[in-house]
């Protein structure tokens, strides 16, 4: 299964997740900077319907050959989606801290919801090795971990490089690179 993270968004220093930001780099330029193989995938492709990852996907294979899945987006910060990071309040961004996956966003969800909505659809998906997911850090984090049958709490830090092809290494210990010899 080869596992896609959208482009890195314009604006630094603010949090997003639900909401889609604009990217630094067009869609049509990180679709150009995969591996060119990533298009000759014979397995189905998924996709989060934000447009960072859609507009992604989209460049890679045409959208036919595209399913959009609602569990695969990025977590949803709620009342915090597009503020400052500098402008939520300290306490709160304590409390997250403390409790990392199952604090909830104020209006939003936690880490653990998140994990619980991917997989659901991971389950009863049928996801093959010849997969390709295009989606986000938080989703493609709980993907693995539902993959590697582990809890949430082994991957939900994974380094997730923006604008990348990645498959769960064969120890099972984070991502690599994908290339067309994996």
Known sequence: MILIRHGAPAENGVCYGHSDPALAVPA????????PTLAEQAGAWYCSPSSR????????VPAKQLTTVDALRELNFGDWEQQPWSAIEHSALD????????FRM????????????????ATGAGIKEGDV??????SLRALA????EQPF??????PVPYGTALIINSRGTGFDLWDRDD
Do not use: K, Y
């Open 28 to 35: 049509e330029a990180t679709a150009r900077s995969l591996p």
């Open 53 to 60: 990852c859609l507009e992604v996907a989209q460049r890679l």
């Open 133 to 138: 997911i295009v989606a986000h850090a938080g």
């Open 106 to 121: 104020p209006g939003g969800e936690s880490a653990r919801d998140l994990f619980n909505r991917v997989e659901a659809w």
């Open 153 to 158: 709490e082994r991957t939900w830090q994974w």
């Open 95 to 102: 409390a997250w801290a403390e409790r990392p996956l199952d």
């Open 145 to 148: 971990a539902v993959m590697l």
